[in-house]
């Protein structure tokens, strides 16, 4: 490493680990990625530097040493530029360039609805439509409806359960009616020992041992087997199941959950020998087939108009809750993923969100939607006017708002990174270079207008907040002169915001 160097990457989420200096000792294996999000094949670097490679590798850094060891690829250097924009910049445009496609307008301007911690695995009819009315009679924007796990009969049978389900056709065109765009959940997994199972067992479409027997891999639902997509008859079958949806019901388009690279391995026997990790990207490259995706595992996906969330959040203020989410959605920009989402607001544990829990932090949920309100994307699950006091409701509301609010300058920015590449949400480091921010990772750019300081510290009702150079416009009629450190006051109905001033 240079003096004073800084590198960026390749792991979303350890974002929060994330520059990594001359005195970091880190060490990740993405080969295959075994996180629970997604990955890119490059580190970049503060001084216009850059490190690409084909495939996965293991990364190890220590005493200002970055090795790189990979089995299939040579790992290529890049000086390109002197700043972290300008590697970039040039990355993108040689290993990652955006098509020009953006994903639809409403996830950039309203808030996402998922319905799992309301219903879990308890998906009706009846109580979607519930939680779809009592978000317009309690206020709050109009936007998507996600419907989770719970809406099928088993894993591969993607059909409405007719008992949970009586009127699925009926139940979209009222979202439909009401203002919502309705998704639905989906995974690669099949339910074993099923139709569906044998069909694509009979047809070489599920993944295989070494011994030609099919592969029931263990997962978060317990065992199932695994659409093989490197067979283009199971990539049919399982299209056919989508727009079969489509087209019967109305659904605009898919949650694509699963798809890591951890649910197959290098030894499997598929239709076509590929690895895990290219598995995992073959799961997601799907989602170009829909405009209305959202993905949580990819691998090298960067460019394309996919939507891409953060892993699951805990219901806290540490290290995987609320203090990783700028961390983290700025790693996910840096690596290419531009159209992001920080995950359910509060946090994906259901437990936090039972009726009489004392779990349940109000002021994390608040702080949550705040952090949430000015990124590219938020999504609900819990609603917020059942867990929350109606003062902190109240809160949450106005953020859902705030976001609407800036929806326009949002969508903006994602049809300019669908040209450039550019993230949306940018660390300081990227647009002001040479001033000392290399490190600030809890506050962030929004394009090169707006800076957003949240305040994440539980308790606290001030922060302090890095200025670089030139004029800032706080509120109405604050002007603050940078680079400077100012401490702000920060009380819990407010998010910091400041404009660039030319």
Known sequence: MYENEYWYGPVV??????????????????????????????????????????????????????????????????????????????????????????????????????????????????KILEYANSIIENGMPKGIIMIDDGWSDYYGRWKFNGEKFKNPKGMINKLHELGFKVMLWTCPFITPDTQEFRYLRDRDCLVKNKDGSVSIKKWWNGYSAVLDLTNPEAVKWYLDQNDFLIEEYGVDGFKFDAGDASFYSNNDLTYKKIEANEHSKLWALLGVNYEFNEFRACFQCAGLPLVQRLADKNHSWEYNGVSSLIPNQLAQGILGYSYTCPDMIGGGEYLNFLENSSNLDEELFVRYAQCAALMPMMQFSAAPWRVLSKENFEICKKAAWEHVKYSEYIYKLAKESSRSGEPIVRYMEYEFPNENLEEIKDQFMLGEKYMIAPNIKKGARKRIVNFPKGKWKYKNDEFIIGPRIKEFNSPLEEILIFERVN
């Open 13 to 126: 989420n350890d974002g929060i680990k994330y520059p990594l200096n001359f005195n970091s000792k880190y060490e990740v294996d993405i080969y295959p990625n075994k996180s629970p999000n997604k990955v890119n094949t490059i580190l970049l670097s503060n001084k216009g530097r850059y490190i690409w490679c084909d495939s996965g590798f293991v990364l190890k850094v220590y005493s200002g040493v970055i090795e790189i060891l990979s089995e299939k690829s040579v790992p290529q250097l890049y000086e390109e530029g002197e700043t972290l924009k300008e590697a970039f910049l040039h990355a993108a445009n040689k290993f990652f360039k955006p098509n020009g496609k953006v994903p639809p307008k409403r996830f950039f301007t309203k808030p996402q609805y998922n319905t799992w911690i309301e219903l879990l695995y308890d998906q009706r009819e009846e």
